[in-house]
């Protein structure tokens, strides 16, 4: 599966912004794809997913951010609200077919897209 996640930017805290994720081929839905981000310094961390139509965000943005999948046309996508400086990093989206408990491993992904960065400025 090859990923290829687009749409980040430079914005102004407060603002919007939405990332996609498109998979190359037809197998997509049987992964569970997911959103991470790694800032300079720091290691890759989750953001969120969407698995069995359920959604899973880490605490640090609950509440402004979503993630909505369409297999129709193997995207997924992440809708980001109320962006803050600290929420400046590279994005990426991950496909994997972790258990559960460890969804917000990035160790538990086989595939990843190259990144996309989003800029916050205050």
């Known amino acids: 599966v090859q990923l290829q996640a687009s749409g980040g930017g430079l914005v102004q805290a407060g603002d919007s912004l939405g990332l996609s994720c498109a998979a190359s081929?037809?197998?997509?839905?049987?992964?569970?794809v997911s959103w991470f981000r790694q800032a300079p310094g720091k290691e890759r961390e989750f953001v969120g997913t969407?698995?069995?139509?359920?959604?899973y965000y880490d605490d640090s943005v609950k509440g402004r951010f979503t993630i909505s999948r369409d297999n129709a046309k193997n995207t997924v996508k992440l809708q980001m609200n109320s962006l803050k400086p600290e929420d400046t990093a590279l994005y990426y989206c991950?496909?994997?077919?972790?258990?559960?408990?460890?969804?917000?491993?990035?160790?538990?992904?086989?595939?990843w897209g190259q990144g996309t960065l989003v800029t916050v400025s205050s």
């Open positions: 969407v698995r069995n139509g359920r959604t």
């Open positions: 991950g496909a994997g077919r972790p258990i559960l408990s460890t969804i917000r491993s990035p160790s538990a992904y086989y595939y």
């Open positions: 081929e037809g197998t997509f839905s049987s992964y569970t």
